[in-house]
């Protein structure tokens, strides 16, 4: 959903247009940058800029309805919402804010670990076990920032990664939040 709705152009199959995008032979005209993402079962994180006026409401529109109703379609017709609660956005002004969001993003999938992760924090000795999760978690951004690049068609990390320098500065700057 996020290659697919990133598109001014509308959807009509999704499928098709899925093998298109992989291909190579569907040219895109991006809504919004994508510099960082973390699915989770029930809500989403992204680090969205968008790349005209109105690119991130057109963008989470479609996302919102489209991908909703494409998946209720696909897995028998099931009806309602997939995600949990409204669309909310936070406009990011600072630098030291920006830097901070990559991490907070990548970190969401702690919560399948460690409910009380975020409340406490984690003990020296969890460190290991929770960076190894984060490592291997399939639905998130942070390898392609930590040096293994999977989502080249989702993200542009070319400005998360002037801002970082390259992957070992990325991944000091990840392990000294933890």
Not at 27 to 44: D, P, Q, S, T, W
Not at 92 to 104: A, G, K, L, V
Request: net charge positive.
């Amino acid at each position: 959903g996020l290659i697919v709705f990133n598109d001014t152009k509308s959807v009509f199959d999704f499928d098709k247009r899925v093998i298109a995008i992989k291909q190579g032979t569907h040219e895109r005209n991006k809504l919004v940058e994508i510099l960082a993402f973390c699915l989770m079962g029930n809500h989403y994180h992204l680090l969205i800029r968008q790349r005209e006026d109105n690119g991130i409401t057109g963008f989470m529109r479609k996302l919102g309805t489209g991908y909703v109703n494409y998946f209720n379609l696909k897995h028998n017709k099931r009806v309602g919402p997939l995600f949990q609660g409204k669309f909310k956005s936070v406009l990011i002004e600072r630098d030291n804010h920006f830097s901070h969001i990559p991490n907070y993003i990548h970190f969401n999938c702690l919560d399948l670990i460690s409910s009380k992760w975020r409340e406490y924090g984690l003990e020296k000795h969890e460190i290991p076990k929770a960076m190894s999760f984060i490592e291997e978690y399939p639905w998130s951004s942070y390898n392609d920032y930590a040096g293994q690049s999977k989502y080249g068609l989702i993200l542009d990390t070319g400005l998360l990664g002037e801002y970082f320098e390259n992957s070992e500065k990325y991944k000091k700057h990840f392990h000294a939040f933890l």
